[in-house]
């Protein structure tokens, strides 16, 4: 079983910047690629954000150059820089991991809102 648990979000204008978080713990020993996707109601999950454990970094088109991925192997843990924020960044994020390269499966945290409005 595992379990992650996101803090951070909340409402910003627009231009400003925002952090989230995520921490992972449970059955699981190390993680292949953790990573974040926003989500708005009616449309699908998708991944924007991405670090494997060796620490290359991958971006949606729609936030590269303003958001920023990090993690911490040792204490489980992601967090998402968000800068220049936009109204269209509006969602909610949800953290995910996929502990091995040899299997796609995935597990979700329960999200956390992120608003970007003046």
């Known amino acids: 079983q595992v379990l992650l648990v996101e803090s951070g979000g909340g409402l910003v204008q627009p231009g400003g910047s925002l952090s989230v978080s995520c921490s992972a713990s449970?059955?699981?020993?190390?993680?292949?690629?953790m990573g974040w996707s926003p989500q708005v109601p009616g449309k699908q999950r998708e991944l924007v954000a991405t670090?494997?454990?060796?620490?290359?970094?991958d971006y949606g088109a729609a936030v590269e150059g303003r958001f920023t991925v990090t993690r911490d192997n040792r204490k489980k843990t992601i967090s998402l820089q968000m800068n220049d924020l936009k109204p269209e960044d509006t969602a909610v994020y949800y953290c995910?991991?996929?502990?091995?390269?040899?299997?796609?499966?995935?597990?979700w945290g329960q999200g956390t809102q992120v608003t970007v409005s003046s």
């Open positions: 995910s991991v996929r502990p091995r390269f040899s299997s796609p499966r995935r597990y």
């Open positions: 449970g059955s699981i020993a190390s993680i292949y690629l």
């Open positions: 670090v494997t454990s060796g620490g290359t970094t």
